[in-house]
């Protein structure tokens, strides 16, 4: 998967980097498909943002956007909020694919 880590009036450190990375690794396990996630990083109101675009083949993108104290408990809030997107996704994808249940037969033995 291509990452692309901005921010917005900040330095993005290595160990931010590093942290990034090996979050959005695990997030391919939910999603094989997904192609390349955007991640910005930025300060507001003595807040840390952390925001990210994750794009899937053949599917609508999915959002994420995390407030805290510091990027690092942002980065892991964005992670968990993306995971629960991507899993919710994936169930919704295998329920299609179940077979409608057979109508029971009634009591005098013809079908509903």
Known sequence: MQLIISG??????????RQIEGQFERLVRYEP???????TLWEENQRSIAEAV????????????????DF???????HDKLARQLKKRRGRRR???VPPPEASPDEDGAAT
Do not use: F, K, M, W
Not at 33 to 39: L, M, Q, S, V
Not at 55 to 66: E, I, K, L, N
Not at 72 to 78: F, K
């Open 95 to 97: 329920d299609r694919r």
């Open 72 to 78: 690092r408990t942002a980065l892991d809030r964005l």
């Open 8 to 17: 917005r009036n900040i330095d993005v450190t290595d160990d931010l980097r």
């Open 33 to 39: 498909r997904a192609a390349r996630a955007e991640i």
């Open 54 to 69: 994750l794009s899937v083949d053949r599917q609508p993108p999915v959002h994420g956007t995390a407030r805290a104290g």
